[in-house]
């Protein structure tokens, strides 16, 4: 990938408290803060990783912002789902290129950004137009315009997935949702036989709601985990644990669709 901003690239600057401030390129376009006015046209033609002034001297770090710096400073409707979930959420459903995914509800769109970035087809439901729309802006936003539209990989459907699923041979269900079990009987006849669902949750009961639904359904291999993140600070001799960490967020569960075929040998 080509190192060089261009108009109408994301830019992400962070300033000398670690500040960070998104931006989006434009010609003629201009950064204000307190610390004065940053002309975008010092950042375009630049290659990332440059440090750029402001006219009163105030100084910028500019790089592309990750799948994570956007997912955190993205506008934000329904609550996200942070990126240290992200990538545990992705191997643990095993996502790869072209794999078939329903996802509901899409909320801000944070793991649908996750979901197409490693390659797969998403359909959203959403019970919520604004919702729905916020998630296609910031797919568009981030990953560009290719991603929506007839015969792309992201479609978002405003719709109840409680009522069902019109999909078949899915190789993906993902819930981030508070009724989980609500959608078990749905996925088993979506999903094909091999198939993962998984559910995000926020509290233990849930999860044990959902687990039983599965377990009384044609799904095996369940299991559930949570990810604890403890991020350390590191200067010089002083190298410990940082003083404060995200307790919890949710836990993630999943379990396989088996087939409906039991075959005996002798
Ligand atoms: N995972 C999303 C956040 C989802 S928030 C992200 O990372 O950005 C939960 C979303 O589920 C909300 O937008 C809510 O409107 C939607 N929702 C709740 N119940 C639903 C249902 N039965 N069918 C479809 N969407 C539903």
Known sequence: MDPTFN??????L???????YLLT????????????????????????????????GARYLALRPTLADFVLSMPRGAQVIYPKDLGPLLILADIFPGARVLEAGVGSGALS????RAGAEVVGYELREDFAAKAQANVAAFLGDGFLGD?????????????GIDETGLD???LDLP?????????AAALRPGGIFVSYLPTIGQVAQVREALDAGPFVLGETIEVLQRSWHVE???????HRMVAHTGFLSAARRSSDEIVLTE
């Open 151 to 163: 015969g792309c990989p992201y479609r978002v459907e405003l719709r109840d997935v409680y009522e």
């Open 14 to 20: 962070i300033d000398a408290k670690a500040r960070r």
């Open 179 to 187: 009724e989980p079990w609500r959608v078990v009987k749905h996925a």
């Open 236 to 242: 010089g001799q002083s190298v410990r644990p940082d």
């Open 113 to 116: 950004m996750a979901l197409l």
């Open 172 to 174: 993906r269900v993902m």
């Open 25 to 56: 390129l434009r010609e003629g376009g201009e950064f204000h803060t307190h610390a004065g006015i940053t002309p975008h046209d010092t950042i375009i033609g630049r290659p990332e990783g440059s440090t750029v002034r402001s006219n009163s």
């Open 7 to 12: 108009v109408g690239d994301k830019a992400l």
